[in-house]
């Protein structure tokens, strides 16, 4: 009965402080996802189980409501990632389910308490609760209504979190199964031994590309048995489509600019004219927010919690104090100006660290407890009594809080009581939270600052005069042939994509930094291309930023076909490179006896060295000619080795070999089992262990 008591009075406490910090986690709704949702109709399926579109909508909706409002993504890529989660759920349940791997609702809790996510454990620090009170009063409301907006809204955070967490212990665990699969057997040993030694090797080469292409002629007949050769490299298993597009960008003209220019020298003139921002507030072609900011900031934190980073502008507007006024000017296709001004400043500790004693009880109660404090008793001392009345918090000094994105009442109670004396930082008559300052970085001068948004569009007769070239183009350019070959000399830049029905945008590009993104809002051209047959051109289809006209070449299913532009050029790639290492193998081989000798025949004019393992990358080297070297073994030590690669012809001596240690059978084995890149992998082994069948394409 104590401890039912202890935990409905908590919840009381809770509810003093969860309005406060619920806005910093809870985002309010702000871009609705893009398109019409069928009804009753499928967005996926996996295996036999289906994702239904209602379902998928309502996630779509949720994840919306989390979106920053000024996020410039595109709605379609945020769809296809809901979903392709939604996918990978499915994928991860089924497969522990047929493998009979469960977690446990206690898991999840017992892993929520001790290594919670981030966004828990921001809400716990703001409400002056720790992760185990949260889930009690989560339980357990006892005093506080369960139907409140705001517990709900904590309630909704938490439950999501957890469904993250146990989709986490149940990917762990499959791994943790996949990776006791691998087991090795003793050739699997003898070779993880092997591909430990290190090969000390120097080696000339001549790249490809110095080879004049005038001298490899390659046949129809050569590239039709390259494609045969590696024909499943070309398997596809969704049905695929070959477009080609002309975009066009919508910037302002020369016009406009001017135009914007006038704009934007009156808003600043009103800004550095008039008291606070009273100058522009009325003027409806500007977007108004605010920034808070120090000097000595790394960061520069908008209102909204988000980081802008710093730049020179803002620095030189903090140095001009209050009432300074300063522009930044777009860059590129940028549209966006923005003016700044220093509305007003005030003195504040910078990043604070609060010990908290939360206190259940009545107004006596808090008294005796603030009195203990006031005498000399630590919090740690009362963390060892053991009273269900009273639970201590102590300070992380990992995670300090900005002071200027506290409340100012709680922010002038902190710096009244900066010298690390005991007061009482929130209080009900159902208990009290008493804190004090344990950690802070010094007292600075913040900054308020007013950001005025002036956007420039491009004016309708610019917009009307680009629509209206374009439109030409089509009419007079009707049928495919017309239409692909005559863009580049009608002033337009037409390009080409194979698309499948998870392209999310027309002109993205996997780079080493991840996917570049393409064009905006492109989804329903290629939504058009896989309504329409080959020969189709499309009507305009237009975005804010640009105009868009797609005609279909080719549709392919199964493979795809040995005519394909794409496919034959990298085919010819493929067949020209291995004809050019016969050419120079012919040229070469057998005509010198050192490596000096073959450099000095080549023209190479500086011969390099390299160390060589076949279980670590090669950098230096390309793997088909890493592993020539490390498969010859001791024998090949001495000996010169002429290799035709993919990219470069090689002259390779090994110098050297540097035996593998001695490891014992079983540290062998765990090195096998390692070198299978199962975490990276786990996604695409899910995917081919069932059917997965994703309609979103439908309904763009």
């Known amino acids: ?300 934190f908008a209102s909204n919690g988000k980081s802008v980073p710093k730049d020179d502008i803002l620095k030189q507007l903090i140095e001009g104090g209050l009432n300074t006024c300063s522009k930044k000017e777009p860059t590129g296709r940028d549209r966006d100006t923005y003016i700044y001004k220093v509305t007003s400043t005030f003195e504040s500790i910078d990043s604070i660290g609060l010990d908290m004693v939360q206190v259940i009880g009545d107004k006596n109660r808090q008294d005796s407890v603030m009195a203990l404090l006031e005498k000399g008793k630590s919090i740690d001392s009362l963390a060892t009594e053991n009273n269900p009345n009273i639970h201590v918090q102590k300070s992380n000094k990992q995670q300090l809080a900005r002071a200027f994105q506290l409340p100012d009442s709680l922010r002038t109670k902190i710096n009244n009581n900066a010298d690390g004396k005991f007061f009482v930082f929130q209080s009900s008559k159902e208990g009290a939270v008493i804190a004090k300052v344990a950690q802070s970085k010094a007292k600075t001068t913040f900054y308020n600052i007013a950001r005025a948004k002036f956007t420039d569009y491009p004016s309708e007769a610019t917009l009307d005069g680009l629509r209206a070239k374009l439109q030409k183009y089509i009419n007079t350019n009707k049928n495919i042939a017309a239409f692909e070959k005559n863009a580049k000399n009608a002033g337009f830049e037409i390009s080409e994509q194979i698309i499948d029905p998870s392209t999310t945008q027309l002109g993205a590009q996997q780079s080493q930094f991840g996917m570049m993104p393409g064009i905006k809002e492109s989804r329903r051209a290629v939504k058009w291309a896989y309504e329409n047959k080959p020969g189709a051109i499309s009507q305009i289809f237009d975005s804010d930023t640009e105009l868009l006209v797609v005609a279909v070449d080719a549709i392919y299913k199964d493979y795809m076909p040995f005519d394909d532009p794409t496919i034959k050029k990298r085919l010819t790639e493929l067949v020209k490179s291995e004809k050019k290492g016969e050419y120079l193998m012919k040229q070469y081989k057998g005509k010198a006896n050192s490596l000096d000798a073959y450099a000095k025949l080549m023209k190479v004019e500086k011969i390099d060295s390299a160390q060589v393992s076949m279980g670590a990358p090669q950098p230096m080297l390309e793997g088909k000619v890493a592993g020539l070297i490390a498969g010859l073994g001791a024998k090949g030590k001495g000996q010169l080795q002429v290799i035709a690669g993919r990219n470069a012809f090689y002259v390779v001596q090994v110098n050297n070999i540097t035996p593998a240690r001695e490891l014992p059978k079983q540290q062998l084995a765990a090195q096998y089992r390692q070198r299978f890149p199962v975490q990276q992998m786990f996604q695409a082994i899910l995917q081919g262990s069932r059917k997965v069948k994703n309609n979103l394409i439908k309904f763009s």
């Open 1 to 300: 009965m104590a401890a039912l008591e202890k935990i409905r009075k908590r919840a009381a406490i809770l509810t003093i402080v969860i309005g406060a910090g619920l806005l910093a986690f809870i985002l309010e709704e702000a871009v609705r996802a893009s398109g019409a949702f069928t009804s009753d109709t499928l967005a996926a399926k996996v295996g036999n189980e289906k994702i239904e579109m209602q379902e998928f909508q309502n996630k779509s909706q949720e994840m919306q409501k989390q979106q920053d409002p000024d996020s410039k993504t595109d709605p379609a890529v945020t769809q296809q990632q809901i979903l392709q989660g939604m996918i990978q759920e499915k994928l991860v349940s089924q497969e522990c389910e047929e493998s009979n791997i469960v977690v446990t609702g206690s898991e999840v809790a017992d892993l929520m308490i001790k290594n919670p996510p981030q966004s828990i454990v921001q809400l716990c620090q703001q409400n002056g609760v720790d992760p185990q009170t949260l889930l009690n009063t989560l339980k357990n409301p006892g005093n506080i209504n369960p139907n409140d907006p705001g517990f709900q809204q904590v309630r909704a955070l938490y439950e999501s979190e957890a469904q993250n967490m146990e989709l986490q212990l149940k990917q762990a665990k499959l791994a943790t199964l996949l990776m006791g699969c691998m087991q090795a057997n003793d050739i699997d040993i003898n070779l993880t031994k092997e591909e430990s030694e290190v090969y000390d090797i120097t080696y000339a080469k001549v790249d490809y590309t110095t080879v004049d292409d005038k001298l490899i002629k390659v046949t129809d007949a050569e590239l039709k048995e390259a494609y045969n050769k590696y024909k499943e490299i070309f398997k596809i298993n969704d049905e695929t489509r070959r477009v080609h597009y002309i975009k066009v960008d919508i910037d302002p003209s020369s016009n406009d600019k001017a135009a914007a220019t006038k704009k934007v020298d009156a808003i600043l003139a009103s800004l550095q004219n008039s008291n606070g921002i009273e100058g522009i507030r009325s003027n409806s072609d500007i977007v108004l927010d605010s920034l808070t900011t120090t000097m000595n900031d790394k960061n520069l």
